[in-house]
T-cell receptor, first 109, second 113 residues
Framework: RKEVEQDPGPFNVPEGATVAFNCTYSNSASQSFFWYRQDCRKEPKLLMSVYSSGNEDGRFTAQLNRASQYISLLIRDSKLSDSATYLCVVNQAGTALIFGKGTTLSVSS | DAGVIQSPRHEVTEMGQEVTLRCKPISGHNSLFWYRQTMMRGLELLIYFNNNVPIDDSGMPEDRFSAKMPNASFSTLKIQPSEPRDSAVYFC???????????FGDGTRLSIL
């Protein structure tokens, strides 16, 4: 079983749609959680950290369910500029970040 | 502020040649990471350093790969001899600590013919 699993997509949605991505992780000792965004032929960039109580940053909401070892990212009112690959990332004590393969989002007008 | 700086941006070379990739982390960051990204395997951690010391090199594919960090502001990833299957984008990233969010360089797009 892979350590971090994501649905690769692609998710094709119209502008203004709400879209949700899910991610599962295998190691219950994971302590830190992040979502990164990667544009085509660019480097990954931190989108947001994920906290146990859930957190929101504008149109983006991240949630963590430790019992189910599940992380989600919700994007509301999607924009053309949201088109990218979204990487789910987890960290365990004493190890480096572990990246999922990413979920591709394409927002069309 | 300068981010993570990698060089070269692109490298095309013939198999069997030595390839050296370079990275300058963000000043003040104590952890440095080398990743390889391909369509098939995604983003794979090759090795990471903490305070210039290699902590985990279990992701280094084989003996043809080596990485060094002689000081806090410079690291190299070397492939010798290179093979076509090494073709990928190689990213360097740095962070304040091993668990903190990482900042990535622009990557080196490596093609081995």
């Amino acid at each position: 079983r892979k350590e971090v699993e994501q649905d690769p997509g692609p998710f094709n949605v119209p502008e203004g749609a709400t879209v949700a991505f899910n991610c599962t992780y295998s190691n219950s000792a994971s302590q830190s959680f992040f979502w990164y965004r990667q544009d085509c032929r660019k480097e990954p960039k931190l989108l947001m950290s994920v906290y146990s109580s859930g957190n929101e940053d504008g149109r983006f909401t991240a949630q963590l369910n430790r019992a189910s070892q599940y992380i989600s990212l919700l994007i509301r009112d999607s924009k053309l500029s949201d088109s990218a690959t979204y990487l789910c990332v987890v960290n365990q004590a004493g190890t480096a970040l572990i990246f999922g393969k990413g979920t591709t989002l394409s927002v069309s007008s | 502020d300068a981010g993570v700086i990698q060089s070269p941006r692109h490298e095309v070379t013939e198999m069997g040649q030595e390839v050296t990739l370079r990275c300058k982390p963000i000043s003040g960051h104590n952890s440095l990471f080398w990743y390889r990204q391909t369509m098939m395997r995604g983003l794979e951690l090759l090795i990471y350093f903490n305070n210039n010391v290699p902590i985990d090199d279990s992701g280094m594919p084989e003996d043809r790969f080596s990485a060094k960090m002689p000081n806090a502001s410079f690291s190299t990833l070397k492939i010798q001899p290179s093979e076509p299957r090494d073709s990928a984008v190689y990213f360097c990233a740095s962070s304040l600590t091993g668990k903190a969010p990482q900042h990535f360089g622009d990557g080196t797009r490596l093609s081995i013919l």
